[in-house]
């Protein structure tokens, strides 16, 4: 991986703030074609449970990656970057949160939070972020630890099952109790009644399992689809991560954030948030004008670290950060890694 001069990255900013005004046309547009397919879908599954079950379930993968942009306008409204209206976005954020089960303002916080630290090798890395240890940090563990976050980073468990536990659990209960939290917390509360008396009414009229085979596996499915993504955006090979004292954040955004290069229906099913590296470097540009600020500015296709789908599949035996080597190394990595120093301590 080359290298740049950070004047190189002093220029970048300036070039995306050109990019983070709103288009009510493009927001609305994109509300439409979110919103709609998603009833249209959700309705067809309940349409079809009496025909097939099976076909029911299986239409839920298609509706989760709508689901999956929805949440994007979420995220976006949640960085105020959606409109120009901040009491738009904050209705748009709320109502999206009621599909996706993300608490609007909680989630919200929580994520920003992510954008001031994200890279940082620090005690709260893991708000709003996947908890990674260093080499260093893994070492000094018990056996018992170990195994705890050996198991944890094990791909059933992180895409199968830290998915779920992360919407039916961390998103319903406040666990963040730092100071300033207090408003945020109060809010994922409010969520939570409001989401128990929406799916209340469904249930009444439409009935529990009827509920259970049409939205919980678009729920479930739409979990792991963003868990990966984020995944993806974070964990790659060539990653950036500093402590806390040595941390810089266009490093952070351009080298800790990947460019995931996707098919244009991949781009538009997961509302562009592929284009991982401009979003860190300005958080106030919408989704919809991130292709648009790539693809006009050379510069990008240069200093991205851009992934391919193919490319992505190794990153899930990504498992340490390796503060020597500067990247993140697999199991097979680590133990080739501790054999070495033991033969240059004989």
């Known amino acids: 991986m ?42 067809l599954m309940y349409f079809l449970l009496e025909v097939s079950p099976w076909l029911t379930i299986s239409l839920a993968l298609v509706n989760a990656f709508f689901l999956a942009r929805i949440f ?21 954020g709320a ?18 939070f992510h954008h001031g630290h994200n890279g940082q090798l620090w005690e709260h890395r893991d708000i709003g972020d996947i908890n990674t240890l260093t080499v260093k940090e893994f070492d000094a563990l018990s056996r018992f630890k170990k195994l705890q976050y050996m198991i944890f980073r094990s791909a059933p468990v992180l895409f199968g099952i830290v998915p779920i536990i992360y919407i039916f659990i961390n998103n319903r209960i406040p ?56 995944y993806i955006q974070h964990q790659h090979e060539v990653t950036y991560k500093a ?29 562009n948030i592929g284009y991982h590296h401009i979003h860190h470097l300005n958080a106030q540009v919408p989704n919809y004008e991130l292709p648009r600020c790539h693809h006009e500015n050379p510069i990008f296709d240069e200093l991205a670290r851009s992934i ?19 990247k993140m190394i697999t199991w097979r990595e680590y133990l080739k890694k501790r054999k070495e120093a033991k033969m240059l301590k004989q």
């Not at 994007?72 to 748009?92: E, K, L, M, P, Y």
């Not at 080298?255 to 781009?267: D, V």
């Not at 391919?308 to 500067?326: A, M, N, P, Q």
Request: glycine share 6%; charged share 15%.
């Open 72 to 92: 994007i306008i979420q995220h976006d409204c949640g960085h105020q970057s959606f409109t120009s209206s901040r009491i738009a976005n904050d209705i748009v």
């Open 175 to 230: 666990m963040i109790k730092q100071k300033g939290w207090e408003f945020a917390n109060r809010s994922l509360w409010w969520n939570n009644l409001f989401l128990l008396l929406i799916h209340s009414v469904i249930i009444f009229f439409l009935g529990w399992q009827a509920f259970l085979l049409v939205h919980l596996p678009i729920i479930v499915a739409f979990g792991t689809i963003s868990f990966w993504f984020f």
């Open 308 to 326: 391919t789908f193919v490319e992505s599949l190794k990153c899930i035996y990504h498992r340490l950060w390796d503060e020597d080597g500067g």
């Open 243 to 271: 402590f806390k004292d040595k941390w810089d954040y266009l490093k952070a955004s351009m080298e800790g954030s990947s460019y995931y290069k996707l098919p244009k229906i991949g781009h538009w099913l997961s509302g």
């Open 95 to 112: 109502l999206s949160s009621f599909l996706t089960f993300i608490p609007y303002k909680y989630w919200a916080k929580s994520h920003n």
């Open 2 to 43: 080359q290298h740049y001069n950070d004047n190189i990255y002093k220029e970048l900013p300036a070039i995306v703030r050109q990019y983070q005004l709103p288009n009510t046309r493009k927001a609305i547009g994109q509300i439409i074609t979110s919103f709609l397919p998603f009833f249209a879908i959700w309705v």
